[in-house]
């Protein structure tokens, strides 16, 4: 009973790391196409989001069912929660990578000279980056990687700042351009919210580690 | 925050008046020491679940509480047990009353080959209870705040040995009940019962406690969490942890209580 437990509960971690990988690859390629306005590929994540979906019904059964089953305690619980909640951080930033490829066609109907002015791979970057600590935090149960991510989502949240006040006034000089601007807000917002959730993964982290919730705690 | 949740926690405990209090208890089976030295306070008109793998000293704990332990020879006791407020192993202390005042509940129903009336009218006669309708009152009252009555207002004159399983454990629960004791011990109450028996009891154990001081040893780690207020872990005669059973069963502070309640060991 306990042995078979004990495998459920690995089982329910690998398959959250592994739609963390899934995951990670969607917006690794939803940035990459619109870098290289490569429409086939922004159809592949746009297709492919289906596949995170299924998986996080997935696992959020396989959780329900540890939970039932087995009515763990102390780390157990703390862990199986965290995955819960993690899983649909997961499924989010997997739809945030959709979103981002949705773009991809528009941009590259309309290229404009605007694309300069847009610092999209610096926000990229640091987006992915702060998601991979994030998913590294929770392969490695490291609370000090955790709290580092809950303190780097700020950066992000100002790139999205200068980028929102860039639109404004590029759509202020450029009416004509609105279209691109537009989308150039979304990505920035879609950017903006998977550092929002590589933070609620970390703090998920820290949940698990600690025992008590750290949510809001570093706001204050 | 962390911290803050202790802080409250200590609080709590000290708020509520303690019923038992043990300090530094040494339990021995001729050589063989069983308790090492327990010290703890059981807080009044509250749960306190005792778990903790076979051999590891809770029942025996339990049973220092009422010298129980006193009828099995060659035994001794060192350290100081206090309830409500007597030391219980002072010389020339009375058993009698301390019976009355800490009420057992055993693993398995023990009920007397009498009636159901008989069963419950027998502590408080042996209290010097005499008058018929007081002792009616007593019966029914006890019935009622063990849950039976309903059950059994019909047949008070049949024998307590007709009822089932579950009916018998709330029969001893109101029998415990009948002599007015202020502290309840419950030694794996509804091990022996089926789910919806132990559900039966487990009810009537949230009800009680709005009156007694319940102390409950039970195996079923589920069981210690959904019935009681405080759980305390003992591990090969020591007391590893004591906290409020939400925190221990969530995040308990010591490995060795997390090992134990997650299936690692024991």
């Not at chain 1, 990505?187 to 550092?195: A, D, H, P």
Request: net charge negative.
């Amino acid at each position: 009973m306990t042995i078979h437990f004990h495998r459920e509960m690995e089982s329910v971690k690998s398959q959250i790391l592994r739609l963390g990988t899934m995951v990670e690859e969607q917006l690794y390629h939803a940035i990459r196409a619109v870098e290289e306005l490569d429409e086939d590929l922004a159809k592949t994540v746009i297709s492919q989001d289906d596949r995170i979906d299924q998986k996080e019904v997935e696992i959020e059964e396989e959780c329900l069912k540890v939970l039932a089953l087995h009515q763990p305690v102390a780390i157990d619980l703390r862990l199986l929660v965290a995955v819960m909640k993690i899983n649909s951080d997961l499924e989010r930033i997997g739809d945030t990578a959709s979103n981002i490829a949705d773009t991809v066609a528009y941009l590259k109907a309309n290229q404009s000279d605007s694309r300069k002015s847009f610092a999209f791979r610096t926000m990229a970057d640091k987006a992915r980056a702060l998601f991979k600590r994030s998913l590294d935090s929770l392969i490695n149960m490291d609370e000090q990687l955790a709290t580092e991510v809950c303190a780097g989502d700020a950066e992000i949240d100002e790139l999205h700042r200068s980028m929102y006040e860039m639109v404004e006034e590029g759509i202020k000089s450029h009416p004509e351009n609105v279209g691109v601007y537009l989308r150039y807000l979304r990505i920035s917002r879609n950017l903006e919210r998977v550092g929002d959730h590589a933070t609620n993964i970390a703090e998920d982290v820290l949940y698990m580690a600690r025992g008590h919730i750290f949510r809001h705690v570093h706001e204050n | 925050m962390l911290a803050t949740m202790e802080y409250k926690e200590t609080e709590q405990a000290t708020a509520t008046s303690v019923k038992v209090h043990v300090e530094g208890l040494r339990f021995f089976y001729g050589a063989s020491e069983a308790l090492h030295g327990i010290t703890l306070d059981i807080p009044e008109k509250q749960v306190t679940a005792l778990i903790g793998p076979s051999g590891c000293g809770k029942s025996t704990f339990l049973r220092t509480l009422n010298r129980m332990n006193d009828l099995i020879e060659n035994t001794r006791v060192e350290g100081l047990v206090e309830v409500l407020g007597d030391n219980i192993y002072a010389p020339g202390y009375d058993l009698a009353e301390l019976r009355r005042r800490v009420g057992m509940v055993f693993q398995r129903s023990n009920p007397f080959p009498k009636t159901i009336f008989e069963n419950i009218a027998y502590g408080p006669r042996i209290h010097g209870v005499r008058d018929r309708a007081t002792l009616e009152e007593i019966v029914e009252k006890s019935l009622r705040n063990a849950a039976l009555w309903d059950e059994v207002k019909d047949r008070m004159n049949q024998s307590a040995l007709g009822l089932s399983g579950g009916q018998q454990q709330r029969l001893c629960i109101a029998r415990a009940l009948a002599v007015d004791p202020e502290v309840i011990l419950m030694d794996e109450p509804a091990s022996a019962l089926d789910p919806r028996s132990t559900a039966a009891v487990e009810d009537l154990i949230l009800e009680l406690r709005n009156q007694y001081t319940i102390v409950i040893v039970t195996h079923n780690m589920q069981q210690a969490s959904r019935v009681s207020d405080f759980t305390a872990f003992f591990y090969e005669g020591d007391l590893v942890e004591l906290g409020k059973t939400p925190n221990l069963f969530t995040c308990p502070r010591e490995k060795r209580t997390e090992d134990y309640i997650t299936g690692r060991f024991g």
